[in-house]
């Protein structure tokens, strides 16, 4: 299955500034959101979505991804260290092999899966959070194998040369992300979007990495349960 990413970023700007509009219409009606204690307040959650990525054989596509997190915040900022995992179907790419004198070698792929650690933000604190982000992580394509009509000299090129693909298949990068929670007790439903930057030249994948993900936190209680009071 393949899905379009064209319409991801305005959603979210959408989504995002009528959460905030709902937010400022409800205080300026009276309403005052209730105190909560979030000081060093921990959450795992799980998530599922899309991910979408280009290759040196195909434009930029989405597949199905899942993943989980674990997350700690602290007021109105945190962290977020996640990974997730995207299943595709024989995937197409390909690199330029130096140890079959810079021929280009087709390879196909079925997973791509990314770690991930982001520092996120919460302007507004009441029962829907818009929240944003800016992190870092490592993008890896799982597992490259070669087209099954390629040619090697020897069993020591092939060899050389599977060792070059998974040199290629990952790489570092810097996200940046948007997104919103619904909370309820100890239970939020999200939704967010994330951009990566691109892999380095001449990488498996390339050009930049999006995704939308949804999914479950679940509250695991905070650090402090002996403090009470504050506010935001």
Do not use: C
Not at 111 to 135: A, N, Q, S
């Amino acid at each position: 299955m393949r899905f379009t990413p064209r319409f991801l970023p305005g959603l979210f700007l959408a989504l995002g500034a009528g959460s905030l509009s709902a937010q400022s219409a409800r205080l300026e009606n009276g309403e005052v959101p209730k105190v909560r204690d979030d000081r060093f307040k921990w959450a795992i959650g799980a998530e599922g979505g899309v991910l979408f990525f280009s290759t040196q054989r195909q434009t930029m596509s989405g597949i199905p991804a899942a993943g989980a997190h674990f997350s700690v915040v602290s007021r109105r900022g945190g962290v977020q260290l996640g990974v997730d995992e995207a299943f595709g179907s024989s995937e197409p790419t390909a690199f330029v092999d130096p140890n079959g004198g810079n021929v280009t070698r087709e390879v196909q792929f079925d997973r791509i899966r990314r770690y991930g650690v982001t520092l996120t933000g919460y302007p507004v604190r009441g029962m829907v959070e818009p929240y944003f982000g800016v992190g870092f992580g490592f993008l890896q394509v799982i597992d490259p194998q070669f087209d099954p009509n390629t040619v090697f000299t020897s069993n020591a090129q092939a060899a050389q040369s599977l060792a070059t693909a998974k040199d290629l298949s990952a790489s570092g990068f810097v996200s940046f992300l948007a997104g919103f929670q619904f909370r309820i007790s100890g239970v939020a439903a999200f939704a967010a979007y994330q951009v990566n930057t691109a892999p380095r030249q001449g990488d498996l994948l390339r050009g930049t990495g999006q995704s939308i993900m949804g999914g479950f936190r679940i509250s695991l209680g905070t650090a402090r349960e002996d403090i009470k009071g504050g506010g935001y």
